[in-house]
C-alpha cells in the first residue's frame, strides 16, 4: 500500500492517520529509507505503508 503525502505530513502524523498509532513510525520509517531525513513533507511524496501484523487478542476462557 503507498500513501501520498499532504503539504506538512509528519512521519508520526502519517503513522496515526494510517496506522492507528505513532508507535509505527519505526517500521514506517524503514520501509521509506530514502526519507530518513525528511521531517517535515510537502504535498505529493508516495510513501510505502508497511504490512502491520495486529497480535491476536486472546480471548479468556471464562468470557467466550
Do not use: C, H, R
Not at 513510525?25 to 530518513?36: C, G, K, Q, R
Not at 508516495?46 to 491476536?56: D, R
Request: net charge negative.
Amino acid at each position: 500500500m503507498t500513501y501520498s503525502t499532504v503539504a506538512g505530513d509528519s512521519f508520526d502524523a502519517i503513522a496515526f492517520k494510517v496506522l492507528g498509532s505513532e508507535k509505527y513510525v519505526p517500521e514506517l520509517i524503514a520501509a521509506n529509507p530514502d526519507y530518513v531525513q525528511t521531517f517535515i513533507f510537502s504535498a505529493g511524496v508516495e510513501l510505502t505503508i508497511p504490512e502491520i501484523e495486529t497480535p491476536k487478542q486472546s480471548v479468556l476462557p471464562w468470557k467466550s
